[in-house]
Structure formats: structure tokens, C-alpha cells
Nanobody, 126 residues
Framework: VQLQASGGGSVRPGGSLRLSCAAS????????MGWFRQAPGKEREFVAS????????IYADSVKGRATISRDAAKTTVFLQMDSLKPEDTAVYYC????????????????????WGQGTQLTVSS
């Protein structure tokens, strides 16, 4: 199973962008999908995740109120809507998925995800 991320690009501060992550098969419908990001010189960090069966959602404090994660009805594609973008949102965004349903307190952990997609670059600059 592969994850295909798309939607990255260059945006001005205050702008919006929607990232998409599509799974090549309905493997994670009872599990979790989410997004992480890695800025230059920094470690990869959690952004948002959604349990595909519930769907419970959690967000990193750094994007809370500015990001919305959602899924399609087939539970094979996840979207990350990012609004009010800031330069510090600049990073490579990675899509990830897990076959098992984690507890809410584990939805931000990389250990909850067993499949990773390629990254998509988001640059926020004036």
C-alpha cells in the first residue's frame, strides 16, 4: 500500500492551502491517517491526525485553530486544510497511516503509524 501526498506549494503569509493524501488501497479504514512535518534543521513533528472509523481528530498546538483534517467517505483519502499560514509553517509535510486504531492519547505518536508517504513541500513566504 502506498500513500500519495499532494497539494504543496508556495503561499504568502495569511494564505491557505489544502494538502491531500491518498492511499492506494482501503487498508487503513479502521486505523488512522495523519500529517507530520519537518522544517529545515529541525526534527519531524506531529501536525494532525484523524481516526478513520470515529472520526476522532487531534491537532498540534502550533496549528490548532488554523488547520482542519478531514477524510473522504471511502476513508482512503485524508485532507489537511491549512489557513492563516505563517512562515513558520514552512516545511516538508509527510502523510502517514496506521492499520490499527490507537487510543486518543497516542494519535500524535509516530509509533501509531506504519506507512509513510513521500513529502510535499509547503513554503510560506512573502
Amino acid at each position: 500500500v502506498q500513500l500519495q501526498a499532494s497539494g504543496g506549494g508556495s503561499v504568502r503569509p495569511g494564505g491557505s492551502l489544502r494538502l491531500s493524501c491518498a492511499a492506494s488501497a482501503p487498508t487503513f479504514t479502521r486505523g488512522i491517517m495523519g500529517w507530520f512535518r519537518q522544517a529545515p534543521g529541525k526534527e519531524r513533528e506531529f501536525v494532525a491526525s484523524i481516526r478513520l472509523g470515529d472520526p476522532a481528530k487531534i491537532y498540534a498546538d502550533s496549528v490548532k485553530g488554523r488547520a482542519t483534517i478531514s477524510r473522504d467517505a471511502a476513508k482512503t483519502t485524508v485532507f489537511l486544510q491549512m489557513d492563516s499560514l505563517k512562515p513558520e509553517d514552512t516545511a516538508v509535510y509527510y502523510c502517514a497511516a496506521g492499520r490499527r486504531r490507537p487510543i486518543v492519547s497516542a494519535m500524535h505518536l509516530e509509533a501509531s503509524f506504519d506507512t509513510w508517504g513521500q513529502g510535499t513541500q509547503l513554503t510560506v513566504s512573502s
